[in-house]
């Protein structure tokens, strides 16, 4: 099932400047192999909802892996079945 | 890794009263075996976090089985290393 | 215009445990008169949209007052004309 | 009390197709005289915290005053004491 989600992560616990991990975070998914979009609140995905998930799992577990002892993520996901969900689609 | 989660669901395109829709993907989640606390805007669960990600994929397709064309979720995670996340130790 | 809405805060910047920040942001919503619930992933409220604004506002302003250097929101505000919104007619 | 935003609607019982009034909104936060950037998932904003908040509940109005029955938003608050937020510094 394909799908368009959008991933923000908050990383708690490291202080005031979290640049490092949402830049690490960003580019997990885009290692994903997934297309990615990234925007001030997040990076946008497109692709299998499988590997959205399976990427978003990887997010907690690299930031963790980088010390980072408390992961929050807001993900939002929208998939249809009248036709192939896409982020351009979404746009106007 | 366990985690604690927030699911809310939102279907599109079948009409102003959702209520139906967003009681299945309630009953999904109980189903699914996590630990699941429902409030008026959404699911928190507490489990193993792929089952969690796996119940989430389940909803999209229950819903889509029930003839929902557009289904849109909001999920937010929350893991931590420092020690076992759960619903409980998030109230005060 | 009446609204529901689900009020969550991180704060950034104080260190792993935010408890007491998320505890101070549930009690100003409460001491603004608006209907609360508190859960697990937040604080849902029902009352006017203004009031139910204004105490947004007031939540990052209280935290800040108390040190807190960052702080971040997710709020999720649900109006309807069909009827009065209420937090009691989005359970089943 | 300057702040950044993700606003995103969600227009409910309108049909499947909801683009004219997810544009109707990202147009309303446009003309608000805030800093806008679209994206797939919502329209980031910058600007005075009391305008982002009296431009979401513009959007609101002006989604029912389109004819939709109901208008859910989600969106996303972040201030800060150490700087100036902005959307830019949030990009990496």
Redesign the interface.
Known sequence: ?K??A?I?V?P??V??S??QY??KA?ETLAASGLNV??????T?VEGD??DI?AA??RV??VL?ADGV??????????????KEPS??A???
């Open positions: 099932m799908a368009t959008e923000q908050i708690i616990g202080g005031v979290v640049r949402v830049k960003h979009q990234l925007h001030a609140f997040g946008n909802l499988d998930l978003v799992k907690h577990e963790h002892v408390r992961v929050t993520s807001s993900v939002k996901i929208g998939t249809r079945t009248d982020l351009a979404k746009l106007f």
